[in-house]
């Protein structure tokens, strides 16, 4: 039999299944099918070798006719394989109106949960997607451009049950002769040439500008670097877990006393652990070392998604949920003269205090009902304070209200007590949804 290049996918294919133990043989397999290229080589593939396979295909609402066309073709392609398939639609842009983030990470969440519950129902053993050598590649250039540690660097693992990648070893080159070899004429995504997304340029002109003018073979070294990281990144995390098993919340001496790059992966697992939904480049290098710098002194957090707080009383550090935005808020932590104080999604800083204010028992909380102010026009509620600001009621919430066992001092920005006249007070917001550098 004449070797083709098509036969590189079946061969890397087996050999990343057998290494990885991605599944055995009578396990049923569940494949996401979106009709392009990967998938169908991958269906077909499997299907070819044998494997118990279901496939699963999800419109996303976003492409009108292009996304009925997909449909049909995965469902010819389904039939003609002898493969069962389920499929549904979900209105992605009409959620996205409702949830926070990009109209791609409300099509993860949607297509995600579909896959699980279709895997559920027909007892699937693990869900195979077609992410490719070419993807890891990548997804490690868009962690690094965006700014990563080492789980960056792994770019996509093999194996994050219940979701297994079989063609994480074959290029996009082999998976194009793969089809042409055996008469596939998968669809074509009109996205994945869109330069709205980081991702396409990175595929279409960093690459390319790399191998051109310093290393042909850059992919290659990339691959190799990501498996350098992987396997030193899984050793830290290893020693990460039995570090967080042993402790429900952070003591700080036990936290300060281990190397600085283990303390950034405790307190990110730690927030990991507890919500499974935020992504790696949700925790910032900037989060985690605003908690580690504040391990010493008592500080709350808001996390990514406003439901969660990570919390420091000097002693431990915890994590509790937020108040929902119907519930009061009521959080009260010490503001130590001269040293940053964490509070919400603020950095707090008292560096000059007149005689007037008890430094002692100065403290930063939220806002209550009833809260007045004596200023040099006279006693003013601060919810009037605030109006007259144009504050939004959501921002009112969190904004920091200085206090001591006299009052309130200052509401930072806005307005001051008499007694507070020459305070001297830094203020710095911090923004907690954004995509940032991640600590490995």
Excluded at 121 to 143: K, Q, S, Y
Excluded at 205 to 233: M, Q
Excluded at 322 to 349: C, G, H, Q
Aim: aromatic share 6%; net charge negative.
């Amino acid at each position: 039999m004449k070797y083709s290049p098509g036969m590189a996918l079946v061969e890397t294919l087996d050999r990343t299944i057998e290494t990885h133990g991605l599944f055995g043989p009578g396990d049923l397999v569940l494949v996401a099918v979106s009709g392009g290229p990967d998938s169908t080589a991958l269906l077909h593939a499997l299907k070819t070798k044998g494997v118990q396979i279901h496939a699963a295909h999800l419109n996303h609402g976003f492409r009108g006719p292009e996304a009925e066309a997909d449909v049909a073709y995965v469902r010819g392609l389904c039939k003609e394989l002898d493969v069962p398939l389920s499929y549904t639609y979900r209105n992605v842009p009409s959620i996205k109106k409702v949830e926070k983030g990009s109209s791609q990470m409300a099509a993860r969440r949607v297509r995600y949960a579909y896959l699980e519950e279709v895997a559920a129902e027909v007892g699937a053993r693990c869900i195979a997607t077609a992410h490719n050598r070419d993807d890891r590649i990548e997804t490690m250039l868009l962690n690094i451009v965006r700014g990563t540690g080492t789980d960056g660097l792994k770019g996509i693992p093999y194996c994050r049950p219940p979701y297994v990648r079989p063609l994480l070893d074959v290029s996009r080159e082999e998976i194009e002769f793969y089809c042409e070899d055996n008469g596939l004429e998968p669809r074509r995504d009109s996205s994945n040439y869109s330069s709205l997304y980081a991702r396409n340029n990175i595929r279409k002109e960093l690459i390319p500008y790399l191998e051109r003018r310093f290393n042909e073979s850059v992919r290659s070294s990339l691959i190799r670097l990501s498996e350098i990281a992987s396997a030193e990144s899984d050793y830290l995390q290893e020693i990460t877990r039995r570090w967080l098993a042993e402790r429900p919340d952070i003591p700080v001496l036990d936290l300060l006393a281990e190397p600085v790059a283990l303390q950034r992966r405790i307190l990110r697992e730690h927030i990991r652990e507890m919500r499974e939904d935020l992504q790696l480049t949700d925790i910032s290098h900037e989060m985690v070392e605003r908690i580690r710098e504040s391990a010493g002194t008592s500080f709350v957090m808001m996390l990514p998604g406003a439901d969660w707080l990570v919390c420091g009383d000097a002693a431990s550090i915890s994590m509790r949920r937020a108040p929902k935005p119907n519930e009061a808020i009521d959080l009260d932590v010490a503001l130590p003269l001269d040293v940053p104080v964490s509070f919400l999604t603020w950095v707090v800083r008292v560096e000059e205090l007149p005689e007037g204010v008890d430094p002692d028992s100065l403290r930063v909380r939220t806002w209550r009902s009833g809260d007045k102010l004596k200023m040099t026009v006279g006693t003013r509620k601060l919810q009037d304070i605030f109006t007259d600001a144009k504050i939004p009621r959501d921002d009112r919430r969190s904004w920091p209200v200085l206090v001591d066992d006299e009052g309130i001092v200052a509401v930072p920005n806005l307005a001051y007590a008499i007694r507070a006249r020459g305070i001297v007070i830094s203020l710095h917001r911090v923004a907690t949804g954004d995509k940032a550098a991640v600590v490995g």
